[in-house]
């Protein structure tokens, strides 16, 4: 099992990519190849939203863009479902303000745990992000999380951030402190059109990304 701890986002990214790059194995996302880890285990010990090595290499659009998607009462008229929808409104079920009331109500509960699948929904595009688990802890509030799958070096960075973001929209309702930050990812990719600015990070070479999977990604994606 591949694990990752380390105090920052940025931090946990960079090993992320790190780990897949040099350890991962080759296969497939329709015509597009990856390399892959099957079963990544990340902790960030002091998940902060301000992250030096975000700002530094990410795609500020795909931060905006993924911000936006977490965000309540949003439509997004190129996205299928957003996890705003999941979140805040799943099948008429405010999660969020369910997740607020649990902790509230028993702040020892090993139960404030939500899912952002729609059972028997058989789409082309469904949420990667599955599962989200929060629990308080020494008064802090502690995310657990879990991927289906994860574009590790185009997507993984925004994901934690809009992440981290709803841990202390959360914590703050419940009037507790932000804890850690922990998840699973059972696949952990890169793809091949990623590889050579992901190799160039692992080198700390001076670069900002920009995203090609709508460019460049599989071909039910590509644009």
């Known amino acids: 099992m591949n694990s990752i701890s380390v105090d920052t986002i940025g ?7 790190k780990t897949v790059i040099q350890n ?15 079963g990544l285990n990340i902790e960030i010990k002091n998940p902060d939203i301000e992250d030096e090595i975000i700002t530094k290499y990410g795609d500020e659009n795909v931060i905006s863009k993924m911000l936006k998607k977490f965000s309540k009462g949003i439509v997004m ?7 705003g929808e999941c979140i805040y409104n799943k099948n008429g079920v405010d999660q969020f303000e369910w997740l607020v009331n649990r902790l509230i109500s028993k702040k020892e509960t090993k139960s404030a745990s939500i899912g952002l699948l729609t059972e028997g929904k058989n ?22 999380f879990f991927f289906r799958s994860q574009n590790i070096f185009g997507r993984q960075y925004a994901n934690l951030l809009a ?14 402190e932000v804890g850690s ?9 890169v793809y091949e059109y990623d590889f050579e600015q992901a190799n160039l990070i692992c080198l700390d070479e001076n670069i900002k990304i920009e995203d090609k999977y709508y460019i460049n990604g599989p071909k039910s994606i590509r644009k």
């Open 181 to 189: 930050f922990k998840g699973y990812i059972a696949s952990a990719h």
């Open 24 to 38: 991962g194995k080759e296969h497939f996302d329709e015509d597009i190849k990856i390399k892959e880890i099957l």
């Open 163 to 176: 992440l981290v973001k709803l841990q202390n929209d959360i914590a703050k309702r419940c009037a507790v």
């Open 77 to 83: 008229d190129d996205r299928p479902f957003t996890y």
């Open 11 to 17: 931090e946990g990214w960079i090993n992320s990519i």
């Open 123 to 144: 789409g082309a595009n469904l949420p990667c992000l599955t599962t989200i688990d929060f629990k308080i802890r020494d008064n802090k509030l502690i995310l657990q």
